[in-house]
């Protein structure tokens, strides 16, 4: 091992510290929050125009520093109609893979989601939304690239670990209302809250009954109307308390839309800024070319840690789509729907 690649590892170590002492046990975050739905509120699932939405988002965060941070997460969501009223269900599935550290911590997570979504109203878009997501995480980790002093005396790592992997059950509730703001019904905005590992899952290679995942609470809400016939803004915030913690991720983006029918679009072009609290600064681009998206963010860092980060933050790619299907009960010519 070279003399650069050991400072490295020394400052990621003393940088991992420093994150534990600020945020210990807090999940894995998406700046690209808005991408990742289930992740927020699974009552958020089915609030879109169209049958179905695949988003795929990937994370690179700390490159400055040795095996930094490497997330990936892939939603689905498939939302019908329900009997011949207005309301609807969505059926949801989140998978999750975080990856980091010079011994391979990896999490995996594989979460179906189902929700319900009432209509409230016989006119316009108003709907009070339930949701469920739980399955299954696996955690583990590359025992044999941990170095200890034990090692140096012969006697392997000195922990007294039975396995590097662990497995536990998780899930999470959360409700949202969603309505139209006027007669637009691309005026819109929600509210929702969630409320995340309710049943305390054990969070221990020690197998150790009294070390639990915390339980988080999300609060979400968004806006969205229309500044111009071809232009509209977005605005989205999430609020996260986890284990006497808390985290504030907000900002805007702005929409221009490119082509003669304002309806119906060739391209959409956006553009904004998010900030998490005391933490980043996120410019974010997304172009949209239906039924595709993509989106790219930056985390500039301008907390204390950017010393050792030299200012790197997180680079977020995702792409999404969203569409219809050619069947009997697609939501294509529903009048009433749930939507953001």
Not at 157 to 173: C, H, P, R
């Amino acid at each position: 091992m070279t003399f650069l690649k050991k400072i490295k590892i020394v400052c990621f170590l003393f940088l991992v510290q420093a994150l534990w002492k600020i945020a210990p046990a807090q999940d894995i975050h998406f700046s690209q929050f808005f991408e990742t739905p289930l992740l927020r509120n699974p009552s958020l699932a089915g609030i879109f125009t169209g049958d179905v939405r695949a988003q795929a988002v990937y994370r690179d965060q700390w490159n400055s520093l040795t095996n930094a941070y490497r997330t990936g997460s892939l939603n689905a969501e498939y939302k019908m109609p329900v009997g011949k009223s207005n309301d609807f269900m969505t059926a949801g599935l989140e998978i999750l893979y975080d990856r980091a550290g010079t011994i391979g911590w990896t999490t995996t997570q594989l979460l179906p989601a189902f929700n319900y979504h009432k209509s409230l109203s016989n006119e316009k878009n108003r709907y009070l939304s339930l949701g469920f997501m739980g399955g299954v995480v696996q955690q583990y980790f590359d025992r044999s690239k941990i170095t200890t002093n034990s090692t140096y005396n012969g006697l392997g790592d000195g922990e007294s670990l039975q396995t590097a992997s662990y497995t536990f059950l998780d899930g999470s509730v959360g409700m949202s209302y969603n309505s139209s703001l006027n007669d637009n019904p691309n005026n819109n905005f929600f509210v929702g809250a969630a409320y995340h590992h309710f049943n305390h899952p054990r969070n221990s290679f020690y197998k150790a009954a009294n070390i639990q995942l915390p339980s988080k609470w999300v609060f979400s809400g968004g806006f969205k109307f229309e500044v111009t016939d071809y232009s509209y803004l977005t605005i989205q915030a999430d609020h996260s308390m986890q284990n006497g913690f808390n985290e504030t991720v907000a900002g805007a983006m702005y929409g221009f839309k490119l082509g003669e029918d304002p309806d119906r679009p060739d391209y959409t072009i956006h553009g904004g800024m998010f900030m998490r609290w005391n933490d980043a600064l996120i410019p974010v681009v997304k172009l949209d070319y239906a039924p595709f998206s993509v989106v790219l963010s930056y985390d500039v860092n301008v907390s204390p840690l950017k010393t050792s980060s030299y200012g790197r933050g997180g680079f977020e790619m995702s792409v999404s789509y969203i569409g219809f299907l050619n069947k009997y009960k697609s939501t294509q010519n529903s009048t009433l729907c749930p939507r953001f």
